[in-house]
């Protein structure tokens, strides 16, 4: 599973570099639970929790059967 939330995360990547950020997969669990870690302009962006809920999420969600959820972590 961790390498098709990979490359989830590669087709949406280009979007926040576009804006100065990114974002790193740290873990996915075994009970599909996503960690990633927010990096760049995107660590401090007031809009990252909706980046990361209606962006990163929805896009790893849709791809990745199994994934029940992305949380960021510091």
Do not use: F, W, Y
């Not at 804006?19 to 870690?37: A, M, P, Q, T, W």
């Not at 791809?63 to 959820?69: A, D, L, N, Q």
């Amino acid at each position: 599973m961790k390498e098709e939330v990979e490359k989830a995360l590669d087709e949406i990547r280009p979007m926040l570099q576009n804006d100065g950020g990114n974002v790193e997969l740290v873990e996915v669990s075994d009970e599909g639970v996503v960690l990633v870690r927010l990096q760049g302009a995107c660590s401090g962006c007031p809009s990252a929790s909706i980046t990361l809920k209606q962006g990163i999420e929805r896009a790893i969600m849709e791809k990745v059967p199994g994934v029940t959820s992305v949380h960021a972590i510091g």
